[in-house]
T-cell receptor
């Protein structure tokens, strides 16, 4: 149980375009979903927290107009990187929690902006 | 806010030896402490966790200890195997203030088990 999927696993896009990443909880209803960014050999950096039907809460320093988060249902959250630039290239990982504090992570999406 | 420090950043052990990774946290209100294992390019996987009302928890070769007074918790891996090689992250979690638990991650420990 507690499986989280993420799509796509890898994406390459051109500078200035937008990219959408999907995060799904497959066998449970996610009370909350989280979006993280991870740089090579670094820890996970929380970008935002989203609850179904509510606006996402962004961490300090994260541009909400650049990283659009939608949590339309209890099993799906999306992250859209708008007007992507090379510095947005990174490994993006989502996680989901059901009722307790445990978070279950998706497999991650490697974004490369050329 | 909460801050989590993790040591060491890298750890090499011989196969069969034990490995210990330590984390300290700053906010005494933190009440949930998970440990994750992440292999290169893969998702973090929860390997063990402990809540603040417990001092120790064990699952086969893996154990976690918590010292609330000193505000530190440790991961212990016994009889290490090459497949234990990975990056390990600790995290501390404060009780939800707005209905949402949030992890504060440590900086990670790269464990290498030498065959």
């Amino acid at each position: 149980g507690a499986v989280v999927s993420q799509h796509p696993s890898r994406v390459i896009c051109k500078s200035g375009t937008s990219v959408k990443i999907e995060c799904r909880s497959l066998d449970f209803q996610a009370t909350t979903m989280f979006w993280y960014r991870q740089f090579p050999k670094k820890s996970l950096m929380l970008m935002a927290t989203s609850n179904e039907g509510s606006k996402a809460t962004y961490e300090q320093g994260v541009e909400k107009d650049k990283f659009l988060i939608n949590h339309a249902s209890l099993t799906l959250s999306t992250l859209t990187v708008t007007s992507a630039h090379p510095e947005d290239s990174s490994f993006y990982i989502c996680s989901a929690r059901e009722g307790g504090p445990e978070q279950y992570f998706g497999p991650g999406t490697r974004l490369t902006v050329t | 806010g909460e801050n989590v420090e993790q040591h060491p950043s890298t750890l090499s052990v011989q196969e069969g030896d034990s490995a210990v990774i330590k984390c300290t946290y700053s906010d005494s209100a933190s009440n949930y402490f998970p440990w994750y294992k992440q292999e290169l390019g893969k998702r973090p996987q929860l390997i063990i966790d402990i809540r603040s009302n417990v001092g120790e928890k064990k699952d086969q070769r893996i154990a976690v200890t918590l010292n609330k007074t000193a505000k530190h918790f440790s991961l212990h891996i016994t009889e290490t195997q090459p497949e234990d090689s990975a990056v390990y992250f600790c995290a501390a979690t404060l009780p939800p203030t707005s209905g949402t638990y949030k992890y504060i991650f440590g900086t990670g420990t790269r464990l290498k088990v030498l065959a």
